[in-house]
Each structure stands twice: as structure tokens, then as C-alpha cells.
């Protein structure tokens, strides 16, 4: 049993740096598969999924955040459901589940980030290491991925 | 009194199905009077009634008790039937249909339903004669123009009178409004009723495979022939069940006919009433099941078909007898299955439509070019495009800026067809092929810069090897039959930023809209096969150039590519080009 002050984030990694966000947030985390293309779709719209016969739409968080685009790495899905339906998020590694407890948590940390203010939760520190929490369902919904034609 | 959102909603789902049975019986006796059928109705209302009461929709309760009343008296003979009877009780069903859709979002709706009771009882009292034509007019209401039509002409004329009718109506049409906008959305707790005998096929298919599924389970470490033999028959077996249950799945969405039938035999009822034309109606094959998405997207435009049946089809009783006709129009509508699905026929014995008169109209309206040769049969599909009005003057009930291209938009939407058969002073019959189920389509698989898409196989004219038809220089064009068509390279018409090399001859899918043909490239024509539709959702439907998608045989997922949007892009872009050249 978690207590009230603490949550449970999963970990993952995107570029050099560490994000979190809330475990509940996550359906499910899926091996990563080669995406369909799909045409007129925003830049960071990386194609469509197969995931137990419904097709899914993946975002690719590198780019979402401005990161550079390498095609060689090892990936994995962080699939989720928002009020749109489901869209998987493509992300680095996924590192673990971690308990943060509220006051390891900096809700406004005066720093700047790639992650637009808008869904970043805040700034946690696990064992030296800073991790920012992002609202993975906002970053997810808050933009159209459909271009206008 | 609590009231439980639940309960009401399914007691709503009960009595539409009574108030269904409703209109049939009011049908029925016009038609056919016959007494006994007044129980049956007086039953009807008497269930709603009870219904409602227990579900907490006093007013409601209060309302069919008073229309309760008034079917006594026509069950015990009191009151005769007439015409103007029958119109109140279709108008007092309108009214239930209504109260009881607003009621499930809403269970505090409650209309203004004053006007019409008090005119009820006066019905119902005998004093039919003196307001048969207030009545008439009150149960046009849900052709709010109409009305307005009609009381603009008698203007002066009994003004109390009709400023009470307009009233009334006024009300109506905001209601009729808002029962538009809830029948075109599906709401998502929206429910099916099942036939018990197809569900239970559907359990025993599960229970079937749930056998197989372990006797698989069980076999699956066994190395000796024998039980590898088990094991590989059961899941033979179990592939087989799994088709057989999406077939029983997908079942469970068919619905029959009859309620279409009936909404538009009342339709054609309403109108001929106020065109003062006679029409007799008949169905066949009501009993044919449609998908239940196809059957809420044709009602629209099956009912714009009936209304230009009857009022630019069916002549007026003198023209008929003058041409030798019965004084009372036929309209028939019919549905049959064939391999391909459904086949609706909607056939009038009206003045029919004239092919040279179409023509000129569409030269007029400059839909083809002049001095054009069209094969007659041809002509008469001119109707269908956007921008033609076969009406002189537009007229009320047909011809409001809805034209014929948005019934072949819609039928198309559902990969349907319609085509036109007639014959000038016997009538004209409208056909429409339909398939039974929206969510299965033929597709053809083609392969663009190494993703395989999906084509709806309805939407290409044809498939051509370019090898054989001379094309320019730069191959952006084709001569194809004498036709110069321009081709386009499907894979960048979907931006598919992949290299593509040209040099390379391909397959040409060849798509038209309208008149105008345009020839697609495509890397490779794999094959057909039925595809099984699955539904998009939202952050990724409705993108421009794409239908929907599905599942391939691989796994992969596939995208269903909408070819008429694409075509009808490009011919718009290239007379664009043409104007500005110009």
C-alpha cells in the first residue's frame, strides 16, 4: 500500500534526461514496434499500431520534446487512455516504478525546460538525480494531430 | 418522486417499440377500418401508461391518460373513425415519440401539449366536421414549412384561428429541431434488441470454442503423432468457430426493415395529404435485415426519394384520369437480398422522368458540356450530380436545396449505389443496392513505398497495366481509350516522402468523379480480399485521404485510403490550374 503523501510514477527516459509520470496514467507498456506511416499528421505523429487488433496512433515523445531524431535506439510504448482514445507515447527506455514522496516534489521549479509548462507536473529528486514529472495524459491531448488540408 | 435516469431510459426503449406497433395499427385502419384493432391500441396506451407512472413520468402519464380516454370511446364504438381521427392519433404518437427521446436525457421535459388536447377531445367528441382541417394542418407540423406555406396563402382567413394553429406549431418545430440533432447522433449507451434464439447460437459458438481452446492447451507439449494430430484439428477447428462467431457478432446488428418501411409510408401518407394528391402504398420485404448503422444513415435519404416521388412523380387525380390512370397513385417499396447485399426498389407509376428535358437542364446548368453525347440511360443518373434540380419551381415538400447528389453522397458513404429506371408517363423506379453490413467492404491491397494500403474496391473503375497505353514524355499523363487522363502517384498523393522511382511501369488504378477520370499510380496491386473495418478512434480519425483502417492478414494495421476525396482534390486542383492558365 502506497500512503497518501506518496505516489507511484513510472520512469523512463527520453534523450539524456529522465521524466516521470503517474503510474495510473499508463494502460499498459508495449515492446516497440515499427509504426504505419500515416499521412497529413503533425511532425511528432510517428504512424499506427497494431495492438490487439485496434489501431493505435503513436506519438514519438523524442521529437514531441525536441530532441533529435536517432533512429537507432531501443524503444518502448507507453500506451495510453485519454479522452480521444488510446495513443501510445514512444519513449527511450523505461527505467522503473518509483514511489515519490510530496515533499521530494518541487511543483514549480523556477528552471527551464523542454516540457511546456502547461503539463509539467513538476521537478522530483530521486538519489541525486532529477526527474521531471510530466502529465503524460495533458502532453497527449493538449494538440490536434491532424494537419489541416 | 426519485427519479431513476436508468429505469427510464429503458422504459423510453419499451414503449418505442410500443408506440412502433402504434403508428402501424393508425396505418393500418386507414387503409383498412376495422374495430377490433382499437384494443389493441387502447392496450398500447395503457401499458405506456402504466409504465410511465412507475418509472416517475407523471405528466407524461397524465398526457396518454387522456389519449387513453379517447381510444375508449372509439374502442366502444362511440366515436367513429375518420380521417381526422386517425390524423389525431398520429399526430398524439408524434408527440409520444418525441416526449419519450427528450425524456431520456431529460425526464423533466414536459411540451406544451395544451393546444392539441383540447382539439383531441373535440375530435374525439364528434366535432370532427368543423376542425378536420385544423387538424390536418396541426399534423403537417412536422413539415414546419408547409404550414407556413399554406397559412401565408390563406392569409386573413379565419386569423384567431390559425394564429392558435401557428402557435402550436411554432413549438413543434423547435422540437422537431432537437429531435433531428438526437437522431443523427448515436449515443454511446445506446442498446440493440436480440432475437434470444441468435444469442443463443453465439453462446454455444463460444462454448464450442472454448473446448478446442483447451484441448489444445492440453495437447500442446505432446511430442507423439497422435496427440501433435489432436492438436492441430482443434485449432483447425477453433479458426473456423472464430469465424463462424464474428459472422453471428456481426448479426446481432441487424435490424429489420419494417421500421423504415413504416416511417416512410407515413411520410408518403403526410405529403400526399398535403399535396391533396391520392397515393396508395405498398411494401414488400420488410422483413430483410440491414446493419443497424445502415439503417439509421438511409432513412434520410430514402424519405428525400418518397417525397419527389410523390410530389414531382405522382400527378394530381385529374392529370391521372386525363392519362388514363386510377385516380390514386402507386408507390412501392421493396427490399430483397442478392449475393450482394440488400436491393431496395422505390417505384412510382408517376408522370416518370424525361431524359431530353434532364439533359437540357444540365447543359443550362452547365453540369456537362454542350453538344455532349450521353447514352440515354446515362442521362437520367445526370440527376444525381451536385447542383441539378429537376423541379421547375421549388416546392415545398421537395427541391429545399437538398438535391438528389446528397442521397448518392450518402448511399455512397455507406458503399451503396443507386441507379434510375424510367419510362416517361409509366413512372420511374429508384434502385438501391445496398451492403448488409457497413463494418465488411471488398478491398483491393496495393503497396505504396513499401506500406501495404487498403482501396475500397467500389471506388476504382479499373485496374490497368500501364505497360499497354501510351503516356507522355514526363509521364504525368495517359491516353487511355482516347481519353487523355492525368496520372497522379498515389504514394505522394499521401506524402509519403520516400523516393519513388518513375521510371519504373506501374499499375494504374483508374478513378473518376463525375465525368473527369484520373489514373493512380501505385507500386503493386497485391490482391482482394474481404476486409473487416475497424473503427478509428478519435485522435486519429478523419484524416483527410483516409477512410479508416483495418488489420491485415500480417498483423499490420492497414489504412483504408479514400479514393473519391483524393480524385475529386485533384480535378478540382486541375481545373483550378486550367482557369488560371486560362
Redo the contacts between chains.
Keep these: 500500500m502506497t500512503n497518501e503523501n506518496e505516489l507511484r510514477f513510472i520512469i523512463y527516459k527520453i534523450g539524456d534526461e529522465t521524466y516521470g509520470s503517474p503510474l495510473l496514467s499508463v494502460r499498459e507498456v508495449l515492446e516497440f514496434q515499427a509504426p504505419k506511416f500515416m499521412p497529413n499528421m503533425i511532425k511528432s505523429f510517428s504512424g499506427v499500431i497494431n495492438v490487439r487488433g485496434a489501431i493505435v496512433g503513436v506519438i514519438d515523445m523524442r521529437l514531441k520534446f525536441g530532441f533529435p531524431d536517432t533512429h537507432q535506439r531501443k524503444t518502448a510504448m507507453l500506451l495510453c487512455d485519454t479522452d480521444r482514445g488510446p495513443i501510445a507515447a514512444v519513449v527511450d527506455c523505461i527505467d522503473c516504478v518509483l514511489e515519490i514522496s510530496e515533499s521530494n516534489m518541487e511543483k514549480e521549479p523556477p528552471i527551464r525546460s523542454k516540457v511546456a509548462s502547461s503539463y509539467l507536473m513538476g521537478v522530483a529528486k530521486n538519489k541525486e538525480q532529477l526527474i521531471t514529472i510530466i502529465d503524460l495524459q495533458k502532453a497527449l491531448t493538449e494538440e490536434e494531430f491532424k494537419l489541416a488540408v | 418522486m426519485e427519479l431513476d435516469l436508468e429505469l427510464i431510459v429503458s422504459f423510453c426503449d419499451e414503449a418505442s417499440d410500443l408506440l412502433n406497433r402504434w403508428e402501424q395499427i393508425c396505418l393500418q385502419i386507414k387503409k383498412q377500418p376495422n374495430s377490433d384493432v382499437w384494443q389493441e391500441m387502447f392496450r398500447i396506451a395503457h401499458n405506456i401508461k402504466g409504465g410511465s407512472r412507475a418509472v416517475g413520468l407523471l405528466e407524461f402519464g397524465d398526457y396518454i391518460h387522456k389519449i387513453e380516454d379517447g381510444i375508449t370511446l372509439l374502442r366502444d364504438g362511440k366515436v367513429k373513425t375518420s380521417d381526422a381521427v386517425i390524423s389525431s392519433l398520429l399526430k398524439a404518437h408524434e408527440i409520444l415519440v418525441d416526449w419519450i427521446t427528450q425524456a431520456k436525457t431529460n425526464p423533466a421535459y414536459s411540451p406544451k401539449i395544451q393546444t392539441f388536447l383540447n382539439q383531441f377531445d373535440d375530435i374525439m367528441n364528434g366535432k370532427d366536421s368543423v376542425i378536420l382541417e385544423e387538424v390536418k394542418e396541426f399534423n403537417n407540423s412536422q413539415q414546419p414549412e408547409v404550414i407556413q406555406h399554406e397559412s401565408d396563402e390563406n392569409k386573413g382567413v379565419n386569423l384567431s384561428e390559425k394564429a392558435n394553429v401557428q402557435l402550436a406549431t411554432s413549438s413543434n418545430q423547435k422540437k422537431n429541431k432537437s429531435r433531428g440533432t438526437h437522431k443523427t447522433s448515436i449515443s454511446a449507451n445506446e442498446t440493440i434488441r436480440i432475437s434470444a434464439q441468435k444469442l443463443d447460437l453465439l453462446i454455444q459458438s463460444i462454448g464450442e470454442l472454448s473446448i478446442h481452446q483447451s484441448i489444445a492447451w492440453h495437447t500442446k507439449n505432446q511430442t507423439n503423432a497422435e496427440q501433435m494430430k489432436t492438436f492441430i484439428n482443434s485449432l483447425q477447428l477453433g479458426q473456423k468457430i472464430t469465424k463462424e462467431l464474428y459472422e453471428k457478432a456481426l448479426s446481432l446488428r441487424m435490424q429489420p426493415l419494417n421500421s423504415v418501411f413504416q416511417r416512410l409510408e407515413r411520410n408518403i401518407i403526410d405529403i400526399a395529404q398535403t399535396l391533396q394528391k391520392e397515393v396508395v402504398v405498398s411494401l414488400d420485404g420488410g422483413d430483410v435485415e440491414l446493419d443497424k448503422t445502415v439503417i439509421e444513415k438511409i432513412i434520410d435519404p430514402l424519405t428525400h426519394i418518397v417525397r419527389n416521388a410523390v410530389d414531382h412523380g405522382v400527378e394530381m387525380p385529374d392529370v391521372r384520369k386525363a392519362c388514363g390512370k386510377p385516380d390514386q397513385g402507386q408507390i412501392t417499396i421493396s427490399a430483397h437480398q442478392d449475393a450482394f447485399g440488400v436491393v431496395l426498389i422505390i417505384k412510382d407509376d408517376g408522370k416518370g422522368l424525361i431524359a431530353d428535358k434532364i439533359l437540357k437542364k444540365a447543359i443550362e446548368k452547365k453540369i456537362v458540356p454542350e453538344n455532349t453525347q450521353i447514352p440515354e440511360s446515362e442521362i437520367l443518373n445526370l440527376i444525381f450530380l451536385p447542383g441539378f434540380s429537376t423541379a421547375d419551381k421549388i416546392t415545398d415538400v421537395s427541391g429545399r436545396g437538398v438535391g438528389m447528389d446528397v442521397v448518392s453522397k450518402a448511399l455512397y458513404d455507406l458503399h451503396g449505389t443507386v441507379r434510375i429506371e424510367s419510362v416517361p408517363h409509366q413512372g420511374t423506379s429508384f434502385i438501391i443496392t445496398l451492403p448488409t453490413t457497413v463494418s465488411i467492404i471488398d478491398g483491393m491491397i496495393v503497396t505504396l ?1 513499401g ?1 501495404n494500403y487498403v482501396i475500397p474496391v467500389g471506388a476504382v473503375e479499373e485496374v490497368i497495366n500501364s505497360n499497354r497505353y501510351s503516356t507522355d514524355s514526363t509521364g504525368s499523363m495517359i491516353c487511355l481509350r482516347d481519353q487523355v487522363v492525368p496520372i497522379y502517384d498515389l504514394g505522394q498523393a ?3 516522402n520516400k523516393h519513388i522511382d518513375k521510371s519504373e511501369r506501374r499499375a494504374m488504378l483508374i478513378c473518376r468523379t463525375g465525368k473527369e477520370r484520373i489514373a493512380f499510380q501505385v507500386d503493386r496491386v497485391l490482391g482482394q480480399q474481404q476486409i473487416v473495418i ?1 473503427p ?5 480519425d ?5 477512410l479508416g ?3 491485415l492478414g500480417n ?5 483504408i485510403i479514400d479514393i473519391p476525396s483524393l480524385t475529386e482534390h485533384y480535378v478540382g486542383l486541375n481545373k483550378r490550374k486550367k482557369e488560371a492558365a486560362a
Design positions: 513505398a506500406q499521401l506524402k509519403h475497424r478509428l478512434n478519435e485522435n486519429i478523419g484524416v483527410f485521404g483516409l483502417g483495418t488489420i498483423g499490420e494495421p492497414g489504412l
